[in-house]
């Protein structure tokens, strides 16, 4: 989806009889609009466009191909390597009791990616139940208890106890026999120090395998610092972009890979259970350059 | 001496970059910047100016003049009006996904119940797991009655029962909660229509994220487009939002922004002020 412009500045370059300085340097300044329209970060974009350029003009073309074909070549490695050469699974031990941990911003879209989450290991085989360990949001474990209802998987909440962790660690105890559990928390953003600090905690206690989180597509400029800071507090094991069924190219999930290290696992697709893919980074770039 | 073009060109591509980095729009930042040029363009200044400041300054009135939209809205004087008229005044929430519409609802009533107002809520979000729960359990903390139907049910006829519930029993306010929806799927956006036309709103409000990015746009202006909205409230201003997605929604819609979500409890909400974006952005 960081697309269809850059398809549009490609084919300019194609059409363009001999590739140099100057059409070079067209190409990256058109990329990094693009670029910066899908919302990645504006210093990645920079540097990201110099890296682009250096290489572009300097490096010595493999013998056989059109240069043109290795400026594109160039374009596609440096994102693609930003996202992760192959797909990353999420990874599921057999035999023991895997403990997935979602975090995130307020409304990102945690707790339907959690149901989601669910449905996909069911179909898969797996045991799952589901822990809300959001203590905050009003109507938190009505949402994630419906979500569960669809697919006949049990959820374990508290309305009356206003501790995370004892929510947690009640429903860890009471789902010792499954395959996987998977824990909802409340959403919560950088500058929330005591709400960051409760994330902290909660992890210590519950000792996850995975800390997924979840960020929305349509973030801006800000999804960097904030996937960052979530990762200093609690390390983050891979992320889940969501909605991005809508027209957001999700540009700020890139930003945030590049910030945190963490993979992208899944991508949401719409508000369904059945809504989530498994995130492929060489297709996400091919149909991102068209 | 007269502002040259190639010695301003420099200095508005970092303002550019600056407003991209606080996420204003692309497309937006572009237009801005378009202006500030011709704006600009054979001012004549002293030889000792400071460049960079006279274009600062030259910017942030092109801001300013940008919120100052065609129409003011004032909740309270609208509320007021309808009053005086003996009807409901109806206002409806509209926005994508998880931007803060219920939560910023509850805000609304708490605000109008401080200044003596009743009001009841409706909750025409007919689709979302737990979406009755939620609205439900904030109109018990906050006193209010609640309209609601089954899930699945029609969205538009919770907020007529919600209307006529108000009428007869001279409620001042009715405030309609909707489905989240992504501004490009056209059946929920057709169905948003349905309501506003069923319903008749006095005022139709966008609520927006301020962590959005580029993509504030495209829902500003579809949602403009499919229902005419009357302004905005953007939220999550708390979460070290840096206010670009406040001048984008203002471009793109020519409407105003009536109130900041600066939280999650009842009384996290300012009233919008442009200043302070603004001077957050050019400082
Ligand atoms: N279109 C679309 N909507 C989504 C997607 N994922 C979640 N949503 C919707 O986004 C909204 C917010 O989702 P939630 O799961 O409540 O988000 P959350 O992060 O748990 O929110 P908090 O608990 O309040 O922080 C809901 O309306 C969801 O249905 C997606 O991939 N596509
Ligand atoms: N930090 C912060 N959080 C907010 C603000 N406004 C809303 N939220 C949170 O954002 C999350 C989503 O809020 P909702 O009111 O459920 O959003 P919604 O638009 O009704 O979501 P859908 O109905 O699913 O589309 C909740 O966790 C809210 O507490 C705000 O101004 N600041
Ligand atoms: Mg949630
Ligand atoms: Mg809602």
Request: aromatic letters at 6%; hydrophobic letters at 45%.
């Amino acid at each position: 989806k960081l697309g269809s412009s850059l398809y549009e500045s490609l084919k300019k370059m194609f059409g363009a009889a001999v590739v140099d300085e100057a059409v070079v340097k067209d190409l990256i300044r058109d990329l990094q609009r693009s670029l910066l329209q899908a919302d990645v970060n504006v210093r990645l974009v920079l540097d990201l466009s110099k890296r682009m350029e250096e290489r572009a003009l300097k490096e010595k073309v493999p013998p056989g191909i059109p240069r043109k074909e290795h400026v594109v070549k160039v374009v596609y490695e440096e994102i693609v390597r930003l996202l992760g050469e192959k797909p990353v699974p999420l990874k599921v031990t057999p035999g023991k009791r895997n403990v997935f941990m979602f975090i995130g911003v307020q409304g990102s879209g945690k707790t339907t990616t959690v149901a989601k989450l669910a449905r996909y290991f069911q179909k898969r085989g797996f045991k799952v139940a589901l822990i809300c360990a959001d203590t905050f949001r009003a109507g938190a474990l009505a949402q994630l208890s419906q979500l569960a209802a669809q697919i006949n998987v049990p959820v374990y909440g508290d309305e009356d106890e206003k501790n995370p962790v004892k929510i947690a660690l009640e429903g860890l105890k009471k789902f010792e026999k499954y395959d996987i559990v998977i824990v909802d928390t409340a959403g919560r953003h950088k500058d929330e120090k005591s709400l960051i600090e409760e994330m902290k905690i909660l992890q210590e206690e519950i000792k996850p395998d995975e800390i997924i989180m979840v960020i929305d597509g349509t973030m801006g400029q800000q999804a960097a610092a904030q996937a960052k800071a979530f990762h200093e507090a609690t390390p983050i094991g891979s992320i889940v972009v969501a909605k991005l069924d809508g027209s957001a190219r999700g540009g700020g999930a890139l930003s945030a890979v590049a910030a945190t290290g963490a993979p992208i696992k899944f991508i949401g697709t719409g508000e369904k259970i059945d809504d989530l893919e498994p995130f492929d980074p060489p297709r996400f770039v091919g149909r991102l350059l068209g | 001496t007269e502002l040259k073009p190639e010695e301003i060109r420099e200095i508005i591509w970092e303002f550019k970059l600056a407003l991209i980095e606080n996420d204003v729009a692309v497309v937006v930042a572009d237009h801005i910047c378009e202006q500030l040029e011709s704006n600009l363009a054979g001012l004549k200044i002293g030889r000792f100016n400071d460049k960079r400041k006279i274009i600062k300054e030259a910017l942030r009135e092109t801001l300013l003049k940008l919120f100052e939209t065609p129409n003011k809205v004032d909740l309270i004087e609208i509320v007021k009006k309808k009053q005086v008229l003996k009807e409901p005044c109806v206002i409806i929430f509209v926005g994508i996904n998880g931007t803060g519409k219920t939560t910023t609802i509850a805000k609304i009533a708490n605000l109008l119940l401080k200044r003596g107002y009743s009001v009841v809520l409706a909750c025409s979000d007919t689709f979302r797991a737990g979406s009755i729960e939620q609205l439900e359990q904030h109109a018990k903390k906050l006193g209010v009655h609640l309209i609601k139907h089954r899930y699945g049910s029609d969205a538009a006829a919770v907020a007529y029962d919600a209307v006529q519930y108000a009428k007869t029993r001279g409620i001042n306010v009715v405030l309609v909660d909707t489905a989240g929806r992504m501004q490009t799927n056209k059946n929920l956006m057709a169905e948003m229509e349905k309501i506003i036309r069923v319903v008749k709103p006095d005022l139709t409000i966008f609520v927006g994220d301020a962590l959005t990015g580029n993509d504030a746009v495209s829902q500003a202006e579809e949602f403009n487009r499919y229902v005419d909205i009357s302004g905005s409230i953007l939220t999550k201003m708390d979460a070290d939002a840096k206010g670009g997605a406040a001048i984008s929604i203002v471009y793109v819609t020519k409407k105003p922004i009536l109130f900041l979500g600066v939280g999650q409890r009842y009384e996290d909400m300012e009233l919008f002020k442009p200043d302070l974006i603004i001077n957050q952005l050019l400082n």
